[in-house]
């Protein structure tokens, strides 16, 4: 209250009685603290592996509340593992040999339990191995493949697994069932080149695939393939785009009403760029009705640029409709989540470009390699991603609502979701992980609650603190609900009294949520 009292007087405002005054500290005293209130992350939880100068850092596989392990690759034969319960206290660890020809592609968890795939490095193999959660024991199934292909996606199912991947641009879905121990391709696949959009398992033990690939218009176009435990195929059929629209990515949800619910981006039918968002229902009898919305035409698309910028934009944009013209913007957008939230959708995405430098050097004669010559080429310098963007749908695919969130400084060779979702009440948070800091912000529908705040990443102790610039491969990922968890590598300072300053490289862990 002294505070506010001196910072009351500074700005020499009239006087007014002891009573006035006090309800308006009361007032000032109250905003204050519901501002802090909706954006606080609390921060309950942190673990720090030591890290040698020659260690690799961990990734992590999140395990609900039976916890999450920390993993890496020790040696060529061997993988480093530690159990941690939601409290980040270690419950087992170990190391797990396997053959040396094997390398690490994937990790999963499944109702507790951790497994890895492995690839023969001379072989088309694969090894599956699983460990359990209470033991740390495992069980190892080797994967006789004998179509060589390129994996990508992993996921685990009651039966088995499923390994998704392609074969000279063709994709395909490897099913194996670990008390058969045979592997298959799934029917319905292996036809003609496209891309492996989605493996999605569902709650009923059926699980669907999305490929885009053309239709036999020769447009690109999603196909959905749906499949029962075994393996058989359920239901084979493409989505149908209007004229001269291209379907270039998508994410199935199934609701309990029997409903289906495509969703993602279309473009040009030749274009690799996006124009906007698709939604698409199907019900049980295969009709199907999709929805199309351009970026245009979204409220809070534009809300990552500077203001002057946002409404030079939207200027054109209303000149173009009152000529009854549609002014079309081609963006890179990520398609990450597609959710049911109560009773309304949410799909999230996130937009980027890809960033070349050029270099001076010798560069390589194309028709005479063994010619070289001083000159200028360009190499690929990362993704830089410019925002998130939130829509909110209803059951027949209506636009209600759409919000926006700034990234700022985040750059990444590989295409990965960066934003998260955390809910309080109607209210959703965003969040992602940027070096030390957490950024967030707080929206309801299309209305900004709290724009973005920096929370920095919790120490163990006042003594602590992370050197500048030395946080690095930092991420976030959802936990368990409400739970979310980030992690990274970073190097610690912590002053010794006495004996003055130590540093340390460590692997962190924080458990977060928005309260």
């Not at 209250?1 to 500290?25: A, P, Q, W």
């Not at 998508?250 to 274009?271: C, D, E, F, M, P």
Request: proline share 3%.
């Amino acid at each position: 209250i002294r505070l506010f009292v001196t910072l009351i007087k500074k700005t020499e405002c009239v006087m007014y009685s002891t009573l006035t005054k006090s309800r308006l500290i009361n007032v000032v005293l109250f905003a204050c603290l519901a501002h802090f209130t909706l954006a606080q992350v609390v921060q309950s939880d942190r673990i720090e592996i030591l890290l040698n100068n020659d260690n690799r850092y961990f990734e992590i596989a999140l395990a609900d509340q039976k916890g999450l392990y920390a993993y890496r690759p020790n040696g060529l034969s061997s993988l480093e593992i530690i159990h941690l319960d939601t409290a980040l206290r270690q419950v087992w660890s170990g190391f797990l040999e396997h053959e040396k020809n094997y390398e690490l592609i994937k990790a999963k968890t499944y109702q507790g339990n951790l497994y890895f795939l492995l690839r023969n490095l001379s072989l088309p193999d694969f090894l599956l191995l699983k460990i359990e959660e209470a033991t740390g024991s495992f069980i190892s199934h080797p994967i006789r493949n004998y179509l060589p292909f390129i994996p990508g996606e992993f996921e685990i199912i009651d039966k088995g697994c499923l390994i998704g991947g392609y074969f000279n641009r063709v994709p395909l879905v490897l099913y194996y069932d670990v008390k058969t121990e045979k592997p298959k391709v799934l029917p319905g696949l292996f036809n003609e080149t496209g891309e492996l959009n989605q493996i999605k398992v569902n709650d009923d033990r059926t699980f669907d695939v999305l490929i885009r690939s053309k239709n036999i218009e020769r447009q690109q176009t999603i196909w959905i393939k749906s499949y029962d435990e075994d393996g058989d195929l359920l239901k084979n059929l493409p989505l149908e785009p209007e004229t001269k629209k291209g379907l270039l990515f998508g994410r199935s949800i199934k609701t309990t009403n029997h409903l289906q619910i495509i969703a993602g981006v279309y473009g040009h039918q030749n274009t690799e760029y996006s124009r906007g968002i698709f939604i698409a229902s199907l019900n049980q009898f295969g009709d199907q009705q999709l929805r199309y919305y351009s970026f245009g035409e979204l409220e809070n698309f534009f809300k990552f640029m500077k203001a002057r910028r946002e409404q030079r934009v939207k200027d054109r944009i209303e000149r173009r409709k009152i000529k009854g013209k549609k002014l079309r913007f081609n963006y890179r957008f990520l398609v990450n989540e597609l959710i049911e939230s109560g009773e309304q959708f949410i799909l999230m995405g996130e937009a980027f470009y890809p960033r070349y430098v050029q270099q001076s050097g010798l560069q390589r004669n194309f028709f005479s390699p063994s010619v070289a010559g001083p000159g200028y080429y360009q190499i690929f310098d990362g993704y830089r991603y410019t925002h998130a963007v939130l829509l909110g749908f209803d059951q027949s695919g209506h636009l209600n609502w759409d919000n926006s969130f700034e990234i700022n400084d985040v750059k990444t060779f590989n295409l990965e979701q960066f934003v998260k979702i955390g809910s309080k009440g109607d209210t959703l948070s965003l969040l992602y992980v940027f070096e030390n800091e957490i950024r967030s912000k707080l929206i309801n529908k299309n209305q900004v609650v709290e724009g973005k705040t920096l929370n920095p990443l919790k120490v163990n102790t006042s003594l602590d603190r992370v050197g500048e610039g030395t946080t690095t491969m930092s991420k976030l990922d959802y936990w368990y609900s409400p739970y979310l968890v980030a992690y990274g590598t970073q190097l610690i300072e912590s002053i010794v009294p006495g004996s003055g300053v130590t540093k340390r490289r460590v692997f962190f862990i924080n458990k977060l949520r928005v309260k």
